[in-house]
């Protein structure tokens, strides 16, 4: 069951009347404005037992992401394709609203749209995972480790899955002859085969403002959220409203504007990323 | 068969005009236009136009009389039902009309669960439980007859404009008839046979609610069943 | 998505694999107070897709801390019952489910006047009896007829419906066999009363122009279905009458 947040941090009012005060000159509390994102820092191979990895700071956020390849069966209906799972976890340490226990709504809702994102425009290309169709394929496991959140779990997430699959390798392996799969650990593999980049870019709708990559207070005072997915060929691939307010045709437009740009500042953070 | 409608029914988000008059919740203003909030009918009623909800939520407002329901009982107070979303309280002090002691007194001597009382809200806000007094003329537990309930928007109609519905009702069936203003209506009688004929009517009006020519349609319901069923 | 059945989605004639056109919807069903017990109710047909939604509350819940000091929460869950797909679903709330309960929750919060009903909850039920696609939008259109039937104060009613991608075409109220096939599913819900869009999800590949194209596609159709609402609300009401 989905229940309206009742134990949600209380903003002061005249934080929320702050925070609009400055909308209003065109700047953010840190000095940003409005349409511009936090700072963005990617490592990569961060991990060493995890086949591809990386950390993303954004801002004071910080999403840790790891990827493990294992050999294991496809699913019935694709024979022909490896496998492809997306998990997050609100990890308590991240934040005093997080507490242990199995997924909630907001970490199966983070996993799910991340997971879409990259599904639904074949970001990888799960055909060169396979090893014997119908028989053998590579398994990715995708796990999200929220490590810090001050908001936009949404971008660093994809940002940090984005770079852990473009350093993912699939180790060299050995078919047995009793028809076992023997992964060499110790080789130096090969690339993953990726077919397209992949960020989402996040606005938020505060007052009559529309503001990208909201902080944690920021997202706390906003009507909704805006999740728009781009592929670098600037397509459309995937999209989530997410929050309780209504949204105006309006609005969309400019949020869909807004995030086309900020879209390019996140490809290009992942271009330039030391490898 | 049916009457014809008493006005235009409305539906929530649907304009109204701006002179049509409501109670809040059932009617908001929304970028400037007022609009319906609930299933209503819009209807004419001495040269001004009003908004009937045909279904509502009961909110108590100090100073109604409802008919409550003990659910439960507590150290010093019942928890009483009265049919809204805030379950009510009565102090053992008020109903006892005297100051009340926990080691001597057993409440549940006074009222049980499942006990009906008429009350008037003494004390309701939203921010605390609504606070019930049994202090007044006719108020206390009830101690004959039945309880009919019908949707609390429709008390108006059972009501009937300066109070002609009740009156029509207890002058054909001889009964006594309170309507609550929380969707309970107290209907005690001289006998069984009217007490039946009465708890049909009422349900009548639940259902008629919006009709007009009602009152005539009542009438004529009581004394045709007080004919068939020789009463 | 993806897979090879594209051909058959969209005939020569340019008809979809059903004889609609691309913007037609499919026949819709309403029907208010269906259940005895609860507060509201209604079920919801788009095609063969049913969905049935039933309003418990405002009321105290029971666990008394999870209530709001200034408006009422409401607690929505959407469900598929274990014969509404062709396998059997297990009865077990999967992850789907739970992101589902979540955005028809969301779709509803900002039209139902909250703020009337302090520390209270409203409860929201949507069960999924036959699942032929649509069965999330065709589930707010039935939450908010049932939400209207229980009296719950409302800024507008809202209602839902997917645009599909198939074949290269942009096509209204998609079925499963577009969902599973098609190039993008995107479930839209509004309350165009008061103009706003109070769902978007876009699970598939389009470009600026068809997105905006969707868009408009949906918010002009879920006009449509907010005034079939209106008609299935008064027509309760009107018919009341005609039965004694």
């Known amino acids: 069951m989905s229940i309206t947040p009742f134990k949600m941090p209380v903003i002061p009012l005249i934080k929320k009347q702050a925070y609009l005060n400055l909308y209003e000159k065109g700047l953010r509390e840190d000095g940003r404005r409005l349409d511009k994102p936090r700072n963005i820092e990617v490592k990569v191979g961060v991990l060493d037992k995890a086949e591809g990895s990386a950390l993303v700071k954004l801002g004071n956020t910080q999403v840790l992401v790891g990827v493990k390849a294992e050999v294991g069966q496809p699913f019935k209906d694709t024979p022909d394709q490896g496998v492809l799972v997306v998990h997050a976890e609100n990890v308590p340490l991240a934040s005093p609203i997080f507490e242990p226990g199995p997924p909630d709504e907001n970490a199966i809702e983070l996993s799910r749209v991340v997971d879409r994102s990259l599904r639904e425009v074949r970001a990888v290309d799960l055909e060169s995972l396979v090893i014997r169709p119908g028989e053998k394929v590579w398994n990715l496991w995708v796990d999200i480790y929220v490590l810090d959140h001050d908001g936009n779990l949404f971008d660093a997430s994809m940002l940090a899955v984005m770079a852990a699959l473009e350093t993912t390798t699939l180790k060299d392996y050995e078919e047995l002859e009793t028809g076992e799969i023997l992964v060499k650990r110790d080789s130096p593999g090969a690339k993953l085969k990726i077919n397209h980049r992949v960020v989402t870019v996040t606005t938020a709708k505060i007052g009559n403002y529309i503001i990208v990559d909201p902080n944690f207070e920021e997202e706390i005072i906003a009507d909704y959220r805006l999740v728009l997915a781009f592929d670098e060929n600037m397509r459309i691939v995937g999209a989530q409203k997410t929050g309780s307010g209504g949204m105006t045709l309006k609005d969309f437009k400019t949020a869909l504007k807004i995030s086309k740009e900020v879209a390019q500042i996140y490809f290009k953070a992942l271009e330039q990323t030391p490898k | 068969m049916s009457g014809e409608l008493h006005g235009v029914i409305v539906a929530p988000g649907e304009r109204l005009d701006q002179r049509v008059e409501a109670k809040a919740p059932y009617i908001a203003e929304v970028n400037g236009v007022k609009v319906a909030t609930t299933v209503g009918i819009v209807s004419q009623r001495e040269g001004k136009s009003v908004f009937i909800p045909l279904k509502g939520v009961y909110v108590p407002e100090p100073g109604h009389v409802v008919i409550g329901l003990v659910e439960s009982i507590g150290v010093s107070s019942w928890g009483v039902d009265i049919n809204s979303p805030y379950q009510a309280v009565l102090a053992a002090q008020d109903f006892l009309g005297r100051p009340f002691n926990p080691a001597v007194d057993d409440l549940s001597r006074f009222l049980k669960v499942g006990d009906y009382v008429k009350a008037k809200v003494a004390a309701f806000d939203k921010t605390r439980s609504p606070l019930l007094s049994v202090q007044g003329e006719g108020l206390g537990r009830i101690i004959s007859g039945v309880i009919v309930e019908v949707p609390p928007a429709k008390i108006p109609r059972v009501i009937g404009k300066r109070r002609s519905m009740v009156e029509a009702i207890e002058a054909k069936t001889g009964c006594s008839v309170f309507p609550a203003v929380n969707g309970r209506v107290h209907i005690d009688c001289p006998s069984r046979e009217l007490e039946v004929i009465a708890v049909l009517a009422v349900k009548l009006i639940d259902r008629e609610a919006h009709r007009v020519g009602l009152t005539e349609k009542v009438i004529r319901f009581i004394e045709d069943e007080r004919r068939a069923r020789g009463v | 998505m993806g897979g090879g059945a594209k051909a058959t989605l969209i005939r020569e004639d340019g008809l979809r694999h059903d004889g609609r056109r691309p913007e037609e919807l499919r026949p819709i069903r309403m029907q208010v107070g269906v259940l005895a017990n609860a507060s509201g109710s209604a079920i919801v047909e788009y095609g063969k897709t049913r969905v049935l939604a039933a309003v418990y509350g405002p009321r105290e819940p029971y666990q008394r801390f999870m209530v709001l000091p200034d408006r009422a929460i409401l607690r929505v869950r959407y469900h598929m019952a274990p014969f509404s797909t062709s396998e059997r679903k297990s009865p077990a709330p999967s992850r789907r489910e739970i992101e589902l309960s979540k955005v028809i929750r969301e779709a509803l919060e900002d039209v139902v006047l909250l703020s009337e009903y302090p520390r209270t909850a409203i409860d929201v039920y949507v069960e999924v009896l036959q699942a032929d696609g649509g069965t999330r939008v065709a589930g707010v259109?039935?939450?908010?007829?049932?939400?209207?039937?229980?009296?719950?104060?409302?800024?507008?009613?809202?209602?839902?419906?997917?645009?599909?991608?198939?074949?290269?075409?942009?096509?209204?109220?998609?079925?499963?066999?577009?969902d599973s096939h098609g190039e993008a599913d995107m479930p839209v819900a509004a309350a165009p009363d008061i103009g706003l869009v109070t769902m978007f999800q876009l699970n598939g590949v389009l470009s600026e122009d068809e997105l905006d194209r969707g868009l408009s596609m949906a918010l002009t159709a879920i006009e449509k279905i907010v005034s079939i609402e209106k008609e299935a609300l008064k027509r309760k009401f009107e018919a009341i009458g005609e039965e004694v």
């Open chain 3, 141 to 178: 259109t039935a939450a908010s007829l049932a939400l209207a039937d229980a009296g719950v104060p409302m800024k507008a009613l809202v209602a839902g419906v997917a645009v599909g991608k198939v074949g290269g075409v942009l096509v209204l109220d998609v079925d499963e066999l577009e």
